[in-house]
C-alpha cells in the first residue's frame, strides 16, 4: 500500500506517527510524509487523486493539516479518521454539541469568541475549566476559581482565540485516558493537567464496565476509529472531558504495530467507522499498589470478562495476509 502521513511540526520527532511510520516502512509499504506547517503547498495539486490508499493526520488541533484532509477527502480519498469525524471533535465546542445531544456525560459547556462574555456565565457555576475551543495536548486549560480570578486571567486568554468554558468536575486529580485502536480499549491513569505532581506516574489500569460503554459510545458518535477519551470520576459518575483523533497511545502494548494495523485495515475498507464497537484489552497483571497520589481502588480496578473482538486488519493478518 501507499500511504500518506500528514505530521505537523509539532510531532516531527515524536515517537507516535514515527514509529508508526517506521513500522509500515518495515512490512514493504510506502509512506509517504508532508509537513503541511513546513512547506509550501500547492493545493491544487498536493492532492493527486488515487496516488495514495489512505491519509492519515498526526497534527495540532489548529494547524493546517486537517485542511489537507478535507481535500483528499473531497475528491473521494480514503482518510484515517474520517476527515469530518476529526472536525467535529477538534472544535471542543461543537464536540461538546454533539455529544451532549447523543447522550454522552459531558459537562454543561459555554463557548465565547471574546473572552469578557466569560463574565455572564453565572457565579454559582464556578469554578470552571476554562481552555480554547482547538486546544490540544492541555495548552492553556485554566482552573478558574471565581469572577474575580477570571478578571485577572482576561489578558491571558485574549490571545486564544474561541474559548470554552465547563463548570468543574470534582475529582480525586487523577483522570483515566482510554484509547481505541484495533477494535480494543486500553485505559491508563494519570495526572490530571489540573492537577500537576511529578509524582504521579501514568500506567496501565483495568476499565470498569461502565467506562468501556462509555469509551465505545464516544467512537460511534463521533464516528472515529483511531481515539482517545479522557474521563473523570466524579462524584455523580464517569464524566467525558476531552475527545481525541489519532492520540498518543502511550502505554498501549506493542503501540507502533497495533496502530499500524488499524491504518492498513481501514485503508482496505475504505476508512469511515467501523461498525463493530471496541471492547475492552486484556487487563494488565499485576498493578502498582496504589500510591496516596493516585486514585484509591474502584471502578477503575475491576476486572471485565468481555470477549476481544479482531479488527480487519488483525483478520488479515491471521489469515496470512503480508503487513
Not at 47 to 53: I, N, S
Not at 157 to 182: F, H
Not at 260 to 289: D, E, K, Q, Y
Amino acid at each position: 500500500m501507499r500511504l500518506c502521513f500528514l505530521v505537523e511540526e509539532h510531532y516531527r520527532h515524536d515517537g507516535m506517527p514515527n514509529e508508526v511510520i517506521g513500522q509500515l516502512t518495515a512490512w514493504g509499504h510506502r509512506v509517504d510524509v508532508v509537513r503541511p506547517g513546513g512547506s509550501l503547498l500547492r493545493m491544487t495539486e498536493v492532492v493527486d487523486k488515487g496516488a495514495h490508499d489512505a491519509w492519515v493526520l498526526k497534527t495540532v488541533s489548529g494547524g493546517p493539516g486537517l485542511t489537507l484532509l478535507e481535500a483528499a477527502a473531497a475528491t473521494g480519498l480514503t482518510t484515517v479518521n474520517d476527515a469530518r469525524s476529526i472536525r467535529g471533535v477538534r472544535d471542543k465546542a461543537l464536540a461538546a454539541a454533539i455529544g451532549r445531544g447523543r447522550g454522552l456525560p459531558l459537562p454543561p459547556t459555554y463557548a465565547v469568541a471574546r473572552p469578557e462574555l466569560l463574565r455572564e456565565i453565572p457565579a454559582a457555576e464556578y469554578p470552571l475549566v476554562v481552555k480554547p475551543a482547538d486546544g490540544s495536548s492541555g495548552r492553556a486549560v485554566h482552573l478558574v476559581s471565581s469572577p474575580g480570578r477570571l478578571e485577572t486571567l482576561l489578558p491571558v486568554l485574549a490571545g486564544e482565540g474561541m474559548l470554552i468554558a465547563q463548570p468543574y468536575v470534582p475529582n480525586s486529580g487523577t483522570d483515566i485516558k482510554v484509547y481505541a485502536v484495533g477494535g480494543e480499549l486500553f485505559a491508563t491513569e494519570r495526572c490530571s493537567p489540573l492537577h500537576p505532581d511529578p509524582s504521579v506516574r501514568e500506567r496501565r489500569v483495568r476499565l470498569s464496565s461502565e467506562v468501556a460503554a462509555i469509551a465505545a459510545q464516544v467512537g460511534a458518535v463521533y464516528g472515529l476509529d483511531l481515539y482517545g477519551v479522557d474521563v473523570l470520576l466524579g462524584p455523580d459518575g464517569p464524566v467525558v472531558v476531552d475527545v481525541n483523533d489519532f492520540p498518543s497511545f502511550r502505554q498501549v502494548p506493542d503501540a507502533a504495530a497495533r496502530v499500524a494495523r488499524a491504518v492498513l485495515g481501514l485503508a482496505r475498507v475504505g476508512g469511515g467507522p467501523t461498525t463493530a464497537a471496541p471492547v475492552p484489552a486484556a487487563a494488565p497483571a499485576a498493578p502498582a499498589p496504589a500510591a496516596a497520589t493516585t486514585m484509591a481502588a474502584g471502578p477503575v480496578s475491576l476486572p471485565l470478562s468481555i470477549p476481544v473482538q479482531s479488527s480487519p486488519a488483525q483478520i488479515s493478518a491471521a489469515a496470512g495476509d503480508t503487513v
